[in-house]
């Protein structure tokens, strides 16, 4: 199973910006999709972004135009670049391996104030 590292989070205030990063164990990490997830005070994981092994990404509406997730294969490390930040982008930021039954990092949080 992957092990996964997140850190990066913070407090900053709104319009600010973060770069989290995951870091994983292994050496498939070329191979597997990656993503990032949040969970808000209250409210149930939600995906964030994702990116394929092939460098595909997704976001969520949301985040859109805001956030950037890109890959090191060398440094086997996903990163969420999110610039912008608002207070509703508060939450604990998991990193997530699709590969096999699927990881997930402990968290990071993330709390953006007003």
């Known amino acids: 199973q992957v092990q996964l590292v997140e850190s990066g989070g913070g407090l900053v205030q709104a319009g600010g910006s973060l770069r989290l990063s995951c870091a994983a164990s292994?050496?498939?990490?070329?191979?597997?999709?990656m993503g990032w997830y949040r969970q808000a005070p209250g409210k149930q994981r939600e995906l964030v972004a994702d990116?394929?092994?092939?460098?595909?990404?997704y976001y969520v509406d949301s985040v859109k135009g805001r956030f950037t997730i890109s890959r090191d294969n060398a440094k086997n490390t996903v990163y969420l670049q999110m610039n912008s930040l608002k207070p509703e982008d508060t939450g604990v930021y998991y990193c997530?391996?699709?590969?096999?039954?699927?990881?997930w990092g402990l968290g990071t949080q993330v709390t953006v104030s007003s």
């Open positions: 292994g050496s498939m990490f070329s191979r597997s999709d």
């Open positions: 997530y391996s699709y590969r096999g039954i699927g990881s």
């Open positions: 990116i394929t092994n092939g460098g595909t990404t």
